[in-house]
């Protein structure tokens, strides 16, 4: 077996170490099993299928962050008005002015998380106040 050949066509994408494990492997392999197989040939189409892993697995990065990247601009599109609104440091004092249940609906699809603490927040404590006003107030009659 001439592994000259196999570093000449496979070296420069899996380098010099991971090719001598791989053969070291099948070497080891073929003498405890039977092996009839040419292991010149049998290297060359093992990388030739890790190189198609590789290959593929490239493609499959780009078109997951192609994925991601559309799902970004969606959520662009999602976001926009409470993104132009807090931007312009306003979306807190409009979300005041909606009942409850149209925040926490408005929290459940765009992104307004910490607006909406903050407004649920302010919300419960203008409550508080109210009730001890009304308490101040029937006790007063």
Do not use: A, C, P
Not at 92 to 103: A, F, G, P, T, Y
Not at 116 to 127: G, S
Request: proline share 0%; net charge neutral; no cysteine.
């Amino acid at each position: 077996m001439n592994i000259n050949n196999t570093y000449h066509k496979w070296e420069n994408k899996f380098g010099r170490e991971y090719i001598n494990h791989i053969y070291k492997n099948l070497e080891f392999i073929g003498s405890k099993l039977f092996e009839d197989r040419n292991l010149e040939d049998v290297l060359d189409t093992f990388f030739h299928y890790e190189n198609l892993i590789r290959e593929k697995q490239n493609h499959l990065n780009s078109i997951n962050e192609e994925i991601k990247s559309l799902n970004q601009k969606k959520d662009e599109i999602i976001n926009y008005s409470s993104d132009k609104l807090r931007y312009e440091n306003k979306l807190i004092s409009w979300l005041k002015n909606l009942n409850m249940s149209d925040v926490s609906k408005l929290n459940s699809l765009i992104n307004i998380n910490s607006e909406f603490n903050e407004v649920d927040r302010i919300k419960f404590e203008e409550q508080k106040r109210n009730r001890g006003k009304n308490i101040t107030m029937n006790l007063n009659n």
